[in-house]
């Protein structure tokens, strides 16, 4: 099941160590776990409209609140309702939502499978994005495996490996060092495209 770390809501990092450039860089730590749990404990008990999930919040509102519930939305664990109001995501739900990664580059090389010459940088990317999104690392692996079949990257060839669990097993490591999915991604789409 999809896991959470509560990441810092401008540059992600799940540590003290933010990057150079982050808005809450010396931002204590309990600071920024307090507001998630602020946002998450309220909408817990139920949708509510924004306003109403400032004035519940137990902790005062403040531009870290802001920026985390900017990050829940982006993230998808919290979407706006029909009616406008904010509801978080159960677990399954989440799971589903996240499944097709929709941003792209990730939608176009989600959709339209890879092709040799950038099968490495295709296969990179969504492990980055599925760990990013906090799928463990066998559903990661099913899922990228899946892929591999059901897109027909595998059918066109070009792989070193034997299986597609082999080719998703020798990228293992980047899930466990975390490394993100966008130069990747971008490397890929660009040579997806112009083989269209």
Same mark, same amino acid.
């Given at each position: ?13 799940? +540590?003290?160590?933010?990057?150079? *450039?982050?808005?809450? *860089? ?6 920024? =776990?307090?507001?998630? !749990?602020? !946002? ?15 004035? =519940?919040?137990?902790?005062?509102? *403040? ?26 995501? +159960? ?19 989600? =959709? ?7 099968? *490495? ?5 969504? !492990? ?16 990228? +495996? ?45 040579? !997806?495209?112009?083989?269209?």
């Amino acid at each position: 099941m999809a896991q959470f770390q509560y990441p810092c809501p401008d540059c992600r990092t799940t +540590t003290n160590l933010h990057t150079p *450039d982050c808005r809450f *860089d010396g931002t204590p730590w309990t600071d920024i =776990e307090a507001a998630y !749990i602020d !946002i998450l404990s309220t909408l817990a008990q139920g949708a509510k409209r924004e306003g109403r999930l400032r004035e =519940e919040s137990p902790g005062r509102w *403040d531009r870290l609140h802001s920026a985390t519930l900017s990050r829940l939305r982006h993230d998808q664990r919290v979407r706006e309702t029909p009616g406008g109001a904010l509801e978080l995501l +159960t677990p399954v739900a989440f799971k589903e939502q996240i499944a097709v990664p929709s941003q792209e580059p990730l939608g176009l090389i989600y =959709e339209e499978g890879s092709v040799p010459g950038c099968h *490495d940088h295709a296969v990179f990317a969504l !492990i980055a994005y599925y760990e990013m999104v906090g799928l463990s690392w066998s559903e990661t692996r099913e899922y990228v +495996t899946d892929w591999l079949r059901e897109s027909g990257t595998w059918n066109r060839g070009g792989f070193e490996e034997a299986t597609p669990e082999a080719v998703v097993d020798n990228k293992r490591h980047v899930y466990v060092r975390g490394y993100g999915w966008r130069q990747a991604a971008e490397e890929a789409a660009a040579v !997806i495209k112009r083989r269209k």
